[in-house]
């Protein structure tokens, strides 16, 4: 069906192309009958503006700036990220816009806070954000806020702050599938554990959501009755692994079941797999290549994806239709949460 144009419209009402556009952009004089007139055929004929259109004809520049976390052989899962970042700017082409990238180390706080401060020095006209640190996020997002800088949050989310939007999965809910998962897969007697990798578990609010929303899921009508152990290992190294796992398989035997709440499940599968002999389950998050290659060799048992180019995609699509033509984006939009076995894992890494 031909989408319905200005002119569409001005030739149904009789009267002139120019008055059709002051009616529908409400500049200049328009007799009130020929007002109401103009916007019942629109209705009719479903008009809708062409936005894109919109926003080349006023020319403006755009200045935005990613702050995310930095990729590296430790965290690779931020290395979709600009991925999404560029597939939006290619498609923005055409238009007077600019992003500038930055990265922060998300094992400290303190650079954290040194490139927010870079962020400003650049008067941004707005910015997607990873908020991994909790109370850092919110002091930069007041900040943010009292400049009237708009922020879009990708990844995870902070409803004390007045943020622009959130693209990305519902946090407590992905928790809560990984708990019917771990459900599924446990036996009813058997004990399952919930390792958070972080330094400082408290500032890492999206891990203690995710594990908020497992243990919900046990309070349900859950079959496994085994006890749910929680466990933090602040560090990944292998020695720092080694005696955190050793110390609680000793304490607990039964365990069989694993859900790690972030992306470092390799690391405590390839540990388990070369040094125990009895089977463990494991749960964990994003398709690392590490984790997508134990995820085939049958190591790990699911992976849950979070889609990261989406929302990096997403995020900046939205600033820049909220800059350049106001149009106010939904606030949350959720991402499916994509379970990952060794079955259907080429179609989310090859497509």
Known sequence: MKKATIKDIAVRAGVSIGTVDRVLHERGEVAEETRKKVLRIASELNYTPNLMAQALKTRKRYDLVSLLPVSSVENSFWSKH????????VELDQFPVTLKQITFDMNLEEDFQQKTRQVLELYPDGILLAPVFKSESIAFCKILQEKGIP????????????????????????????????????????????????????????????????????RGPARNKGKKIRLN??????????????????????????????????????????????????????????????LKDGKIIFILGQRPEE??????????????LGKKPEKMEYLPVDIVTSENVDFFVNK
């Open 82 to 89: 600009p991925e999404g970042m560029t597939k939006a700017m």
């Open 151 to 218: 922020f879009v949050f990708v990844d995870n989310y902070l409803p004390e702050t007045n943020f622009l939007a959130y693209i990305g999965e519902e946090i407590y809910t992905s928790g809560r599938v990984a708990g019917q998962l771990s459900d599924i897969i446990t036996p009813v007697g058997k004990d399952i554990l919930i390792i958070n990798i972080a330094r400082n578990i408290r500032n890492m609010h999206h891990l203690s959501n995710r594990t908020m929303g497992f243990m919900s899921y046990f």
């Open 233 to 294: 290992i602040p560090g990944t190294e292998p020695s720092l692994i080694k005696i955190s796992i050793d110390r609680v398989f000793r304490k607990y035997p039964d365990i069989l079941t694993i859900f790690i709440t972030g992306s470092k499940s390799f690391k405590i599968a390839s540990y388990l797999h070369t040094t125990k002999n009895h089977p463990v389950n494991i749960i964990g998050y994003d398709l690392l290549d590490d984790n997508v290659r134990l």
């Open 311 to 324: 929302q990096t995609y997403r995020a900046v699509k939205k600033l820049f239709e909220y800059l350049s």
